[in-house]
């Protein structure tokens, strides 16, 4: 256990729905980061907040849409996503002036 | 951007051997470098860390080198395990920011009993 729980663990959704990940800190980190693991790709950031506010979008397609209402909690909304977007996504936090990051277990998503 | 390589991506080892796992980067800013390890089902998790301003590090079995002027670093795990199996994942980040770091591709070590 990390201290970052995300839910759900396992998602099968189709090209047309919506849903949302979840993601919970209980360490008072002020950071808090989404990444996506494909199949035989590395790791890719995909949205940073810094104190609730976003920082940093990699070039994420619109159909994923984040959200930070405070500094323990974010998602990541889903809507008309496509097969490649079939996943692994990865919530992390870390604490601004501190070196580690610490990783929830993932949401595994497959888009069918 | 930073552009981080990761070799080998396989690497199998008997029980007691020892492992290397090889990193470069690209942008020479780039001054805190973590590696991390990915079980199965789980998130990667912190195993060991170095910054630019030290050469090396050690922690029991496993050790990280940095070469700063070749941009290399280096993961050394000595007397591997079976439970060392796991994927792991060298990355390259610019100070403070832990969580923005570029990773490497991966290696998926398997130690044989």
């Known amino acids: 256990e990390t201290g970052v729980t995300q839910t759900p663990r396992h998602l099968v959704m189709g090209m047309t729905n919506k849903k949302s990940l979840k993601c919970e800190q209980h360490l008072g980190h002020n950071a808090m980061y989404w990444y996506k693991q494909s199949a035989k790709k590395p790791l890719e950031l995909m949205f940073v907040y810094n104190f609730k506010e976003q920082t940093e979008n990699n070039s994420v397609p619109s159909r994923f849409s984040p959200e930070c209402p405070n500094s323990s909690h974010l998602f990541l909304h889903l809507h008309t996503l496509q097969p490649e977007d079939s996943a692994l996504y990865l919530c992390?936090?870390?604490?601004?002036?501190?070196?580690?990051?610490?990783f929830g277990q993932g949401t595994r998503l497959t888009v069918v | 951007g930073e552009n981080v390589e990761q070799h080998p991506s396989t690497l199998s080892v008997q029980e007691g051997d020892s492992a290397v796992i090889k990193c470069t980067y690209s942008?020479?800013?780039?001054?805190?470098f973590p590696w991390y390890k990915q079980e199965l089902g789980k998130g990667p998790q912190l195993i060991i860390d170095i910054r630019s301003n030290v050469g090396e590090k050690k922690d029991q079995r496993i050790a990280v080198t940095l070469n700063k002027t070749a941009k290399h670093f280096s993961l050394h795990i000595t007397e591997t395990q079976p439970e060392d199996s796991a994927v792991y994942f060298c990355?390259?980040?610019?100070?403070?920011?832990?969580?923005?770091?570029?990773f490497g591709d991966g290696t998926t070590l398997t130690v044989k009993p």
């Open positions: 990355a390259a980040s610019i100070n403070t920011n832990a969580g923005k770091s570029t």
């Open positions: 992390a936090s870390s604490q601004e002036g501190f070196t580690e990051a610490f």
């Open positions: 942008d020479s800013a780039s001054n805190y």
